[in-house]
């Protein structure tokens, strides 16, 4: 799965931070623990006064053989 992150930066900018295979809980103290989907390593933790908001987020599209680099690479027989 796919999270990304809100993050509240110093001069009241917002910072996205996207993190890829992983899933997100926010614990009992307001803490969002990220670990990875499959060994549950945590890979990032969040107070509560330093991100606005996280949510799951759809991965990019895939490449497709209608794309501009998809139609040069049929055009050229590979």
């Known amino acids: 799965m796919r ?3 809100a993050l509240k ?8 931070q ?4 992983v899933t997100a809980q926010v614990n009992q103290r307001g803490v969002l623990q990220i670990s990875t989907v499959y060994s ?15 949510r799951y987020v ?3 599209p ?6 501009r680099a998809g139609l040069l690479l049929q055009s050229h027989g590979v």
């Open 18 to 21: 996207i993190f890829d295979g």
């Open 9 to 16: 930066m110093p001069n009241n900018i917002i910072r996205y």
């Open 58 to 60: 759809a991965p990019p």
């Open 40 to 54: 549950k390593q945590l890979v990032g933790e969040f107070a509560p006064e330093s991100f606005i908001a996280w």
């Open 62 to 67: 895939q490449a497709t053989a209608t794309s």
């Open 3 to 5: 999270v990304q992150v």
